[in-house]
């Protein structure tokens, strides 16, 4: 059946798009720009604001959006397995930061949410089988977008938070090698400073960030890169690739696959 005139086409035009951290201003121009292209978005939070509450974020006409809202919590991510099962592309977009703290409290907290946290449900979810009939995209691969930042490679101004942004970013070169392939597509989201609870000084807005991952990712690039800095879209390339030749060289897995 031929669209509606005015009804959105494309790449997720009618698939099932989980967003962590969806309460957050990026979480919410995610959903704001996935929203226009045709995607059902389900929101992840979890945070104290989106425990309390329902989330209402609305379109450009003013609009609720339709969206269903899941509550969850670090630690416990294989609770949402059965969740996980009926969704076509998984955004890990969470974190906190903790800025110029260096307690083992702020530590831990660093490392779990912004590393570890991410790291097993990117395990969950390319372990699962999908738990529904394709989307109206036909067969495509599920995907799975980590945003790591541009604190992978270039200070923060946040010791603790370009700690576990790079931990994150070293466990995600490792695991793509076996992880990745036919059915299902890892995306690196390298993002600069933008304007968010996080980091109310970032230079960019929320809505234009995630229309650029939109657009990007639209474009089929593994590699999404949403910055001010000319350096980033140099070094990141090179980083990434000297990771997967380093860890491809090193590494292998044992006899049974595991």
Known sequence: MAPL?????????????????????LGRALIRA???????????TSSAAGAGEPLVE???????????????????EAELAAVLATVDVLVLNHGVNVLSARSAEATALSLEVNALSSWRLLELFAGLEPGRPASPAGGRAREVWVNTSEAEIQPA???LYELSKRLLGQLLSLRAL????????????????????????????????????????????GLVIVTPNPLTYVLM??????????????????????
């Open 5 to 25: 005139p005015g009804s959105p086409t494309g790449p997720w035009q009618g698939r099932r798009i989980a967003i962590t951290g969806a309460n957050g201003s």
């Open 34 to 44: 996935l929203h226009r292209q045709g995607a059902q978005i389900l929101a992840l």
């Open 58 to 76: 609305r379109d450009d006409a003013g609009a609720a959006i339709p969206l269903k809202q899941v509550n969850w919590r670090c630690g416990a």
């Open 157 to 159: 101004l946040s010791p």
């Open 178 to 221: 076996d992880l990745a392939g036919p059915g299902l597509r890892i995306r690196r989201l390298v993002l600069g400073p933008f304007r968010s609870a996080l980091n109310p000084i970032g230079v960019m807005g929320a809505d234009f960030v995630a229309r650029e991952i939109v657009r990007q990712a639209g474009w089929n690039l």
């Open 237 to 258: 390339p090179v980083a990434t690739l000297g990771r997967w030749l380093y860890f491809r060289l090193l590494t292998r897995l044992p006899a049974d696959g595991s």
